[in-house]
């Protein structure tokens, strides 16, 4: 058994995602919310190897995951997920290798009603080539079940149900000891959505690096994604004036920098800065931007 149990507090400047300013009624109504806002989250992490018999490993999995909005409570978030794994562990031309599958199924919870509910299939690969390599070969799908209480009713082409399949290489350069990695990566993937305005194509980028500092065991750490999804049919809503006459782009980044300090009796501190930029050829849905700070505890056992 083991697992971590984190408590931290954020400012959150863009809760609900509220769209940039455009020439578009609708997009400006939604830009009247509430958007900045303090919180706090808490997560709690378990897992459990059930199975170790030589090159064997099955273990199973649950986590926690909480935020509180303090002002803007509508927005708070509660995730379930668990999870069973198994592996395989063998070498391959004197090469360590893992091979691994996965089945989780969560339910997203938003202001204490259902939101969201995902089954997600896992397959994967990894190969240490030497002490300085490491690469991981990835293949997922992923069954989404949206609530009908926050879908717009009565427009089929917003149905956001979908099947997402994804297939993805992640390779890592690794120094130190791994004290100080560089990642790079890719993913392609599609959302088969039954409503047509959700469904897409997209490829994903990924880079990261880690780096400890000489005293203290301190970790800086930097990830980075970029997302760029097609979505083949026209869009039936937006923009507002001309509907069904524009496929829809969209070119999302993502940064994360995180500053990790062990402390003793195995806790955590770290401080996060998260920016989420998101720009389209449609501007009135897409089109966002979103910075968060998070500074947390964690308690490892």
């Excluded at 990261?208 to 039936?236: E, I, M, V």
Aim: hydrophobic fraction near 35%.
């Amino acid at each position: 058994m083991r697992g971590e149990v984190r408590f931290g507090v954020y400012y959150d400047t863009n809760v609900p995602i509220n769209p940039l300013t455009s020439n578009d009624p609708l997009a400006q109504s939604l830009r009247s919310r509430k958007a900045n806002n303090p919180g706090e989250l808490a997560a709690v992490h378990l897992e459990y190897s059930w199975l170790r018999n030589g090159p064997w490993e099955a273990t199973a999995g649950y986590t926690f995951f909480q935020t509180i909005n303090n002002d803007i409570s509508a927005f708070n978030v509660q995730n379930h997920l668990g999870s069973v794994s198994a592996f395989y562990r063998g070498l391959f031309a004197a090469m360590p290798f893992q091979v691994g599958v996965q089945y989780s199924y969560d339910i997203l919870d938003l202001r204490n009603r259902r939101f969201l509910d995902r089954q997600t299939g896992t397959v994967f690969t990894t190969l240490v080539e030497n002490a300085g390599n490491l690469t991981t070969v990835q293949g997922r799908v992923q069954i989404k079940d949206f609530s009908n209480t926050f879908l717009i009713t009565g427009i089929p082409d917003e149905n956001r149900d979908a099947n997402n399949w994804m297939a993805g290489v992640t390779h890592i350069f690794r120094f130190a000891a791994d004290k100080h990695l560089i990642r790079i990566g890719y993913q392609y993937d599609t959302d088969d959505a039954q409503g047509p305005n959700w469904a897409y194509w997209g490829h994903r980028g990924l880079a990261g690096a880690q780096y400890t500092l000489p005293w203290g065991d301190t970790s800086l750490k930097y990830d980075f994604d970029f997302h760029y999804r097609r979505y083949p049919h026209p869009n039936s809503l937006f923009p507002s004036t001309a509907p069904n006459t524009v496929k829809q782009e969209v070119k999302e980044q993502n940064h994360v920098f995180r500053v990790e300090k062990p402390l003793p009796y195995n806790l955590t501190l770290a401080a996060d800065f998260q920016a989420s930029i998101s720009r389209a050829n449609i501007p009135d849905i897409f089109n966002y931007n979103r910075y968060i700070w998070t500074l947390s505890l964690s308690w490892s056992f």
